[in-house]
């Protein structure tokens, strides 16, 4: 029992020990307990009746002391065996797992590596000023707003949405977005960026 002294009922041991107060495999009925001075008496409520008259109906000692009434022994075995088939105590150890009390999040993962760049602008603040495809490697220029340029070849990383240059043609490039939602579903989206003649840059510009 807790803290060196026997229970006072086997109800007592209940959840800790037992699911359900034990039952007697012979009659059906909850063993009946008692306690004396340092013993304790488990069996039916004839049983008991009996000890405590001085008669001497089948007795046996587990190894903690206690006396156990009754005729059967498979009744004492059957009971010893529950007594010292104790539950082990569970011990949580949350290493290693996600913490239940977190709000999960839904926004999709986001890449750790540094970003170019070319990453950090939108593709709309960038313009496509030249193309060389005359090399064994075709590559061309963007500049941003501000007039910087910036060369890029395929498998370049550009734009703010995790896109890579796929294709180099004479007249624009192909830009290729991935993402991947919360589901784990991944997406494409496609974008060129294309070169603008003298005129469509002063139509663009307002001249």
Do not use: W
Request: proline share 6%; net charge negative; charged share 30%.
């Amino acid at each position: 029992g807790k803290y060196g002294k026997y229970p006072k009922s086997l109800q007592e041991l209940v959840p800790e020990y037992f699911d359900v107060v034990p039952t007697n495999p012979t009659s059906g009925k909850d063993f009946v307990y008692n306690v004396e001075g340092e013993n304790f008496f488990v069996g039916s409520e004839e049983e008991i009746q009996l000890a405590h008259s001085g008669s001497k109906p089948t007795n046996s000692t587990d190894d903690s002391g206690a006396v156990l009434t009754g005729t059967s022994n498979a009744e004492q075995a059957a009971l010893i065996a529950t007594l010292e088939n104790a539950p082990e105590e569970f011990i949580y150890d949350p290493s290693g797992k996600r913490d239940p009390f977190r709000p999960f999040n839904f926004a999709p993962q986001q890449d750790d590596r540094a970003r170019t760049p070319l990453e950090l602008y939108a593709i709309g603040q960038l313009k496509l000023t030249v193309i060389l495809d005359g090399f064994d490697e075709p590559f061309a220029m963007v500049e941003n707003s501000a007039g910087k340029g910036f060369k890029i070849r395929r498998g370049t990383k550009i734009g703010q949405n995790g896109g890579e240059v796929v294709e180099i043609l004479k007249d624009r490039i192909v830009i290729l977005e991935r993402s991947v939602d919360f589901t784990g579903r991944e997406s494409t989206k496609t974008i060129e960026l294309r070169l603008r003649t003298k005129d469509q840059e002063e139509a663009r510009i307002g001249r």
